[in-house]
């Protein structure tokens, strides 16, 4: 038997009970653009935050350095002084899932940010796997 990667993915989570299966969905929506003479507008900057469940100051500064360009946000918008095409945006927010919000173990979204012995980590309350919160540069 040959099982590629995928396959065994999709074997280990079939084994998963129910229960798990659910809770471990991620959701993410999808996020909307609009151009805006030379600004990108991400219109529902606010629900991604919300579903990822961190704070917004903290993904626009990632999404800033990553894009290469100056963003603000206000309540539910985020504008980036920048032309950018969606599938750009969308994957630098996937890119940010997977650093500071996915576990690292188990792939869950049920981390947040805290402390072990005075250095910040991303902690997950579904396995108990940790890593270190890596500085945005
Ligand atoms: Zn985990």
């Known amino acids: 038997m040959n099982y590629d990667y995928a396959s ?33 507008i991400i219109t529902n900057f606010n629900e991604i935050v919300n579903a990822l469940r961190r704070k917004p100051q903290h993904l626009l500064t990632f999404l800033s350095k990553e894009l290469a360009a100056p963003a603000t946000f206000d309540d539910k918008r985020a504008i980036v002084q920048r032309v950018l095409k969606k599938s750009m945006i969308t994957k630098k927010v996937e890119d940010y899932a997977k650093i500071f919000v996915l576990c690292h173990e188990c792939g869950r979204p049920d981390t947040k940010i805290t402390e072990l012995s005075g250095q910040r980590i991303i902690k997950c309350s579904a396995c108990g796997g940790w890593w270190p919160l890596r500085k945005i540069k």
Not at 21 to 35: A, C, G, N, W, Y
């Open 8 to 40: 065994l993915l999709d074997r280990a989570w079939a084994n998963l009970p129910e229960e798990l299966q659910d809770h471990s969905r991620f959701q993410m929506p999808e996020v909307d653009t609009l151009i805006e003479g030379n600004q990108t």
